[in-house]
């Protein structure tokens, strides 16, 4: 009888090499019983076989433990601990990524990146200001027509009449 299809039910392919391994999901671990070790180390990417598909997955930590099988369930008598994380995951979050090295930038609001958002604060009174120091007519008539409204004059108040002034 194999032990190690029972106990070992799935297969780990690290750095070119098949080992029989029992896959823990719910803590992201392989334990995996050996005899020779493993050329494996944090950051590295392997592979486990599910059916028909391989699934790459990151070593984010490991645990050698030398006479860590006790002889249970494998003839091997060391047992390789892998935690690791969905590579598919992080390369789905890494694709269109580049490099891009900026020498200086300038001004008040600026956006470097990709997907980012950007949240721009201004008081109603440095909008204002501002649009009345430009020569955009249709700006300042957007604006008077905006505190004309009786639900944005009720909501500033009596600033109204002084913005107005400004305008």
């Known amino acids: 009888m194999d032990f190690d299809a029972l106990a070992y039910p ?6 070119g090499s098949e080992y029989k391994c029992n896959r823990n999901m719910k803590e992201n671990k392989l334990s995996i019983p050996y005899t020779e070790e493993p050329d494996v180390g944090i950051d ?8 028909a598909r391989d699934n790459e997955y990151k070593v984010t ?3 050698f433990m030398k006479d860590g099988t006790l002889g249970s ?7 390789l601990t892998l935690f690791i994380e969905n590579n598919a995951i992080q390369k789905k ?3 269109g990524n580049s490099v ?3 020498g200086a930038v300038h001004g008040e609001q600026f956006q470097i990146g990709n997907n980012n958002s950007q949240t721009v604060n201004i008081t109603i009174n440095d909008l204002v200001e501002r649009v009345s120091k430009t020569d955009d ?6 604006l008077k027509k905006l505190f004309e409204n009786s639900t944005v004059a009720g909501i500033i ?5 002084a913005l107005f002034g400004i305008l």
């Open 93 to 95: 979050n890494d694709s």
């Open 61 to 63: 930590d490991l645990k």
């Open 100 to 102: 891009i090295n900026i």
């Open 73 to 79: 369930g494998t003839k091997h008598p060391h047992m």
């Open 157 to 161: 108040g009596a600033g109204v009449s």
């Open 44 to 51: 590295d990417v392997i592979k486990v076989k599910l059916g």
């Open 137 to 142: 007519e249709e700006a300042k008539t957007l």
């Open 10 to 15: 799935d297969i780990v392919v690290i750095a």
